[in-house]
């Protein structure tokens, strides 16, 4: 079955670090680009990160300086570690495949839930 | 590129017609605009890309339009399972989405 599937999110205290993964199955991570998008409580989706297929990263400006995508080939996964943690972190954070013609996010995983409270 | 929805909720029966906007905050080509639907619990899903063009499976009472700054999305007869919450993307920029607009069974 082709699909993302994330996990790693839980109840941290500000200042805090957590790190999410992304695994994919039926797709390979290394020829695609993968984003994370989340989603505050009762909010729209926000674009947080990319990577590219040729290794290349980019950053929303929230979170620049904070957070750094990754991946690991030979587990077919992509990470996101996100350091200073803040309350406005929370949210749901989806990994998503972005079609490398349309631009678009045509496959999504179910989602993981950080919560950023003391 | 700030994208704004409205309304944020729209409220009707199965059978309608339906309309939401998508304004984006400066002139984009229509290439890059997409919309999402998603419901309670469950991740967005691909509904419609480069303005008009319908994703796998998307039917065809789903409709996109729009150019310049202003999009909509248009549901020409509501089925019940069309009741959800729908986003507008423009990804000719860092992609960035609207608010989301909340149709719901009136």
């Known amino acids: 079955e082709v699909q993302l599937v994330e996990s790693g999110g839980g109840l941290i205290q500000p200042g805090g670090s957590l790190r999410l993964s992304c695994a994919a199955s039926?797709?390979?991570?290394?020829?695609?680009?993968i984003s994370w998008v989340r989603q505050a409580p009762g909010r729209g989706l926000e674009w947080v990160s990319v990577?590219?297929?040729?290794?290349?990263?980019y950053y929303a400006d929230s979170a620049k300086g904070r957070f750094t995508i990754s991946r690991d080939n030979s587990k077919n996964c992509v990470y996101l570690q996100m350091n200073s943690l803040r309350a406005e972190d929370t949210a749901i954070y989806y990994c998503?495949?972005?079609?490398?013609?349309?631009?678009?996010?045509?496959?999504w995983g179910p989602g993981t839930r950080v919560t950023v409270s003391s | 590129i700030v994208l704004t929805q409205s309304p944020d909720t729209l409220s009707l029966s199965p059978g309608e017609r339906a309309t939401l906007s998508c304004r984006v905050s400066e002139t984009i080509n229509g290439q890059y605009l997409a919309w999402y639907q998603q419901k309670p619990g469950q991740a967005p899903k691909l509904l419609i890309y480069g303005t008009f063009n319908r994703a796998a499976g998307i039917p065809d009472r789903f409709s996109g339009s729009g150019s310049g700054t202003d999009f909509t999305l248009t549901f020409s007869r509501l089925e019940p399972e069309d009741f959800a919450v729908y986003h507008c993307q423009q990804y000719e920029d860092s992609p960035s989405f609207g608010q989301g607009t909340r149709l719901e069974i009136k």
């Open positions: 990577i590219y297929s040729d290794g290349s990263t």
């Open positions: 039926g797709v390979t991570v290394s020829t695609n680009y």
């Open positions: 998503a495949r972005e079609d490398r013609s349309q631009g678009t996010f045509d496959m």
